[in-house]
C-alpha cells in the first residue's frame, strides 16, 4: 500500500527520512545523513468490492491494481472537538540538512529545473526514515534527528520501518530478523530519542498489511508493536506515536479500527493516535474523514488525533489505478502542525516527492524529472 521511502540518513526508508539502511535486506540504499522513502507496497487480502485494493508502489510492476472506486467516507455531521493540547505552533516541524533532493539541488545549480525542485520540495520538512535493522548504531542516529530538531525548536517526523516480515516480501522487504531482535531494536531506537518533543510514525503497512500473516504471527506483530509504542513513550513522554492506518481506499473503517485496538492503537500509554496515506495519493478531504471514522470506532481517549501524508496527493489517485510514479499528481498541502481540523493533528510529507515507487529509477531513489512534474503540479 504505501511507498517507496526516503531516507536522511540516520538510515530511514520512506520520505525524506533517516534511513538507517546499512545491512538492510530491502531495496533501497542509505548512506549517512540523506533522505530516502523506501518502496512499501501494500493490498489487502481478498478485498471485497466495497474495500478495493489500494495503491501500491513496487519495484518490478507486472500489473496495476484495480483502481479504487470506493467512495470517500463523509465527515460525521457531528465533528469532534479539538484538542486542547497542540502539537506545537504551525508549520514547526524539522527539515533535516540532508537529503537526497537537497544533495541534488545543492550539486545541480545551473538546471532549469533546480528553482522549481528546491522551493517546491527541499525547503519543505520531511520524514526521516530508519530501516537498518541493527540496534548497533540506531540509538546514535536517532539522537543525531531529534538533538537537531531540539535545537531548532522544531519537531522532527522520525519513520520506525524494521518490523520483521516487512511490506510481506515485497519491494521494501526486509527488516529485522525475527520480533524477539525487533523489539531489541525498538528499546535502541527510543533511547536515542531524547526528551524534547518529537513525532514516530510506526510501521508503515504493518497493521493494514498483515494479511499476509497467519494470525499466529499477527498477535505476535500486533503485541510488538503494541510494546514499542509504550517504550517510545516512555523513553521520551514528548515523543507523539501514531500507528498505521493504511488509507481510504483501503479496509473500512470499522476493519481497519479492529486491527488497530490489538495492536495497541487505542491506549494512551503507546499511541497518540493514527496515520493514513502513507506514499499513496488519496485527497486530503478524503482521508481526514477517514481517518475520523477509524478513530471513533477505534474508541480511546478522545485525544487520540491523525496525521495525514499530503506530500503527493494534490491532484489525488489516478484514476485508472496507476501506482507507480504516475504522471499527472501533484504536491499536496505543505507539511503542519496547524491543520485546522478536528483530530487532524498534522499534515506531513512522510514519502518524499520525487524519490522513485520504483518506475523512473531504483526504488527510493531521486528522480528530478518526477521530482519536477510534481513541484509543477
Same mark, same amino acid.
Given at each position: 500500500?504505501?511507498?517507496?521511502?526516503?531516507?536522511?540518513?540516520?538510515?530511514?526508508?520512506?520520505?525524506?527520512?533517516?534511513?538507517?539502511?546499512?545491512?538492510?535486506?530491502?531495496?533501497?540504499?542509505?548512506?549517512?545523513?540523506t533522505?530516502?522513502?523506501?518502496?512499501?507496497?501494500?493490498?489487502?487480502?481478498?478485498?471485497t468490492?466495497?474495500?478495493?485494493?489500494?495503491?501500491?508502489?513496487?519495484?518490478?510492476?507486472?500489473?496495476?491494481?484495480?483502481?479504487?472506486?470506493?467512495?470517500?467516507?463523509?465527515?460525521?455531521?457531528?465533528?469532534?472537538?479539538?484538542?486542547?493540547?497542540?502539537?506545537?505552533?504551525?508549520?514547526?516541524?524539522? =527539515?533535516?540538512?540532508?537529503?537526497? &533532493?537537497?544533495?541534488?539541488?545543492?550539486?545541480?545549480?545551473?538546471?532549469?529545473?533546480?528553482?522549481?525542485?528546491?522551493?517546491?520540495?527541499?525547503?519543505?520538512?520531511?520524514?526521516?526514515?530508519?530501516?537498518?535493522?541493527?540496534?548497533?548504531?540506531?540509538?546514535?542516529?536517532?539522537?543525531?534527528?531529534?538533538?537537531?530538531?531540539?535545537?531548532?525548536?522544531?519537531?522532527?517526523?522520525?519513520?520506525?520501518?524494521?518490523?520483521?516480515?516487512?511490506?510481506?516480501?515485497?519491494?521494501?522487504?526486509?527488516?529485522?530478523?525475527?520480533?524477539?531482535?525487533?523489539?531489541?531494536?525498538?528499546?535502541?531506537?527510543?533511547?536515542?530519542?531524547?526528551?524534547?518533543?518529537?513525532?514516530?510514525?510506526?510501521?508503515?503497512?504493518?497493521?493494514?498489511?498483515?494479511?499476509?500473516?497467519s494470525?499466529?504471527?499477527?498477535?505476535? =506483530?500486533?503485541?510488538?508493536?503494541?510494546?514499542?509504542?509504550r517504550?517510545?513513550?516512555?523513553?521520551?513522554?514528548?515523543?507523539?506515536?501514531?500507528?498505521?492506518?493504511?488509507?481510504?481506499?483501503?479496509?473500512?473503517?470499522?476493519?481497519?479500527?479492529?486491527?488497530?485496538?490489538?495492536?495497541?492503537?487505542?491506549s494512551?500509554? +503507546?499511541?497518540?493516535?493514527?496515520?493514513?496515506? &502513507?506514499?499513496?495519493?488519496?485527497?486530503?478531504?478524503?482521508? &481526514?474523514?477517514y481517518? =475520523?471514522? &477509524?478513530?471513533? +470506532?477505534?474508541?480511546?481517549?478522545?485525544?487520540?488525533?491523525?496525521?495525514?501524508?499530503?506530500?503527493?496527493?494534490?491532484?489525488?489517485?489516478?484514476?485508472?489505478?496507476?501506482?507507480?510514479?504516475?504522471?499527472?499528481?501533484?504536491?499536496?498541502?505543505?507539511?503542519?502542525?496547524?491543520?485546522?481540523?478536528?483530530?487532524?493533528?498534522?499534515?506531513?510529507w512522510?514519502?518524499?516527492?520525487?524519490?522513485?515507487?520504483?518506475?523512473?529509477?531504483?526504488?527510493?531513489?531521486?528522480?528530478?524529472?518526477?521530482?519536477?512534474?510534481?513541484?509543477?503540479?
Amino acid at each position: 500500500m504505501v511507498v517507496a521511502a526516503a531516507v536522511v540518513t540516520v538510515v530511514g526508508t520512506v520520505t525524506g527520512v533517516v534511513t538507517a539502511m546499512n545491512g538492510d535486506t530491502g531495496s533501497d540504499e542509505a548512506r549517512p545523513l540523506t533522505s530516502r522513502s523506501p518502496s512499501l507496497p501494500s493490498e489487502p487480502a481478498d478485498p471485497t468490492p466495497a474495500t478495493p485494493s489500494p495503491s501500491r508502489s513496487s519495484l518490478t510492476p507486472s500489473k496495476s491494481p484495480e483502481p479504487s472506486r470506493k467512495a470517500g467516507v463523509q465527515p460525521s455531521a457531528e465533528r469532534t472537538e479539538q484538542r486542547t493540547e497542540p502539537l506545537t505552533e504551525p508549520g514547526e516541524l524539522y =527539515r533535516h540538512p540532508d537529503s537526497q &533532493v537537497l544533495d541534488w539541488v545543492r550539486d545541480n545549480p545551473g538546471d532549469p529545473r533546480s528553482a522549481v525542485i528546491e522551493s517546491g520540495i527541499a525547503d519543505h520538512p520531511a520524514a526521516i526514515w530508519f530501516t537498518d535493522p541493527d540496534p548497533a548504531t540506531v540509538t546514535s542516529q536517532v539522537a543525531a534527528v531529534a538533538s537537531g530538531g531540539a535545537a531548532q525548536g522544531r519537531v522532527p517526523v522520525l519513520v520506525a520501518y524494521a518490523i520483521p516480515d516487512r511490506d510481506c516480501g515485497g519491494a521494501s522487504q526486509g527488516g529485522a530478523s525475527s520480533l524477539d531482535a525487533y523489539d531489541a531494536w525498538i528499546d535502541a531506537f527510543a533511547a536515542g530519542l531524547g526528551s524534547d518533543e518529537v513525532i514516530v510514525i510506526l510501521e508503515p503497512d504493518a497493521i493494514a498489511q498483515s494479511d499476509c500473516l497467519s494470525a499466529g504471527a499477527r498477535a505476535d =506483530r500486533f503485541a510488538s508493536l503494541a510494546r514499542a509504542g509504550r517504550v517510545l513513550k516512555a523513553a521520551n513522554p514528548g515523543a507523539r506515536v501514531y500507528y498505521d492506518a493504511g488509507h481510504s481506499g483501503w479496509n473500512a473503517p470499522d476493519k481497519q479500527a479492529a486491527l488497530l485496538r490489538q495492536a495497541g492503537a487505542a491506549s494512551p500509554d +503507546a499511541s497518540d493516535g493514527v496515520f493514513s496515506n &502513507v506514499s499513496n495519493f488519496n485527497r486530503t478531504d478524503a482521508e &481526514v474523514a477517514y481517518t =475520523r471514522h &477509524v478513530l471513533a +470506532a477505534l474508541g480511546g481517549p478522545a485525544s487520540l488525533g491523525a496525521v495525514i501524508d499530503t506530500s503527493r496527493n494534490g491532484n489525488g489517485a489516478p484514476t485508472d489505478g496507476a501506482w507507480c510514479d504516475p504522471s499527472g499528481r501533484s504536491l499536496g498541502q505543505p507539511p503542519t502542525l496547524g491543520t485546522g481540523e478536528a483530530r487532524i493533528d498534522a499534515y506531513l510529507w512522510v514519502k518524499l516527492p520525487g524519490e522513485s515507487d520504483g518506475c523512473r529509477g531504483r526504488a527510493g531513489a531521486f528522480s528530478p524529472e518526477y521530482a519536477y512534474e510534481l513541484a509543477r503540479g
